[in-house]
């Protein structure tokens, strides 16, 4: 066969479907209405109100005898380590926690220093969303780096004290806001 009949053939197969077009990346495309670069950087005033709350709560904890084990979310952990894919799974399972811990906390006498921030938390929590894969009910599941921090949030939540899952939410904040949230945002700029 000559070499031009060779190509054609291929071409028609390839559009035919009876060859798979090889793709030049293996990670999952961006999921539709998944638009998340809004939030490479907060504005002053919202950062202002994450400050605030911190600070209130670290004037609570003064009035608190508290004994925290483990740290639930260790310096090590870093989200440039996780696929592109990965990434807003993990932005998304440690803002649904902190997410849980603060709405009980508005409960208490930080409530009124929490509106603005939890505002500001659920509206990216609800933007976020779009971003994540649907989890299958069969087939794989997470594995590596992603299924090591996604357990350890979830036995976080049965075997961590509320004062200590409030604490190491608070801490943390800041980090999910400019490190992990501008990371997500990145998308693949992200390294």
Same mark, same amino acid.
């Given at each position: 066969?000559?070499?031009?009949?060779?190509?054609?053939?291929?071409?028609? @197969?390839?559009?035919?479907?009876? &060859?798979? &077009?090889?793709?030049?990346? #293996?990670?999952?495309?961006?999921?539709? $209405?998944?638009?998340?670069?809004?939030?490479?950087?907060?504005?002053?005033?919202?950062? /202002?109100? =994450?400050?605030?709350? *911190?600070?209130?709560?670290?004037? !609570?904890?003064?009035?608190?005898?508290?004994?925290? !084990? $483990?740290?639930? =979310?260790?310096?090590? *952990?870093?989200?440039?380590?996780? /696929?592109?894919?990965? #990434?807003?799974?993990?932005?998304?399972?440690?803002?649904?926690?902190?997410?849980?811990? @603060?709405?009980?906390?508005?409960?208490? !006498?930080? $409530?009124?220093?929490?509106?603005?921030?939890?505002?500001?938390?659920?509206?990216?929590?609800?933007?976020?969303?779009?971003? &994540?894969?649907? /989890?299958?009910?069969?087939?794989? #599941?997470? #594995?590596? *780096?992603?299924?090591?921090?996604?357990?350890?949030?979830?036995?976080?939540?049965?075997?961590?004290? /509320?004062?200590?899952?409030?604490? !190491?939410?608070?801490?943390?904040?800041? *980090?999910?806001?400019?490190?992990?949230?501008?990371?997500?945002?990145?998308?693949?700029?992200?390294?």
């Amino acid at each position: 066969m000559a070499p031009g009949c060779t190509l054609v053939l291929v071409l028609m @197969l390839m559009t035919a479907g009876a &060859v798979p &077009v090889p793709s030049a990346s #293996r990670a999952l495309p961006p999921a539709r $209405g998944c638009h998340m670069a809004q939030f490479k950087s907060l504005s002053p005033q919202e950062l /202002q109100a =994450f400050k605030t709350a *911190r600070d209130a709560f670290e004037d !609570s904890l003064l009035q608190k005898d508290w004994d925290c !084990s $483990g740290r639930l =979310f260790p310096k090590t *952990r870093d989200l440039k380590h996780l /696929q592109v894919w990965e #990434r807003p799974v993990a932005l998304e399972a440690e803002l649904a926690l902190t997410l849980t811990v @603060l709405e009980a906390m508005a409960n208490s !006498s930080l $409530g009124h220093t929490l509106e603005q921030p939890l505002l500001t938390l659920q509206h990216i929590h609800s933007k976020l969303q779009a971003c &994540v894969p649907a /989890q299958p009910t069969a087939g794989p #599941r997470p #594995r590596g *780096r992603l299924h090591h921090w996604l357990h350890r949030l979830q036995e976080a939540q049965k075997k961590e004290s /509320q004062d200590c899952l409030e604490a !190491s939410v608070m801490f943390n904040l800041f *980090r999910l806001l400019t490190r992990d949230l501008k990371c997500v945002a990145s998308g693949d700029q992200c390294v």
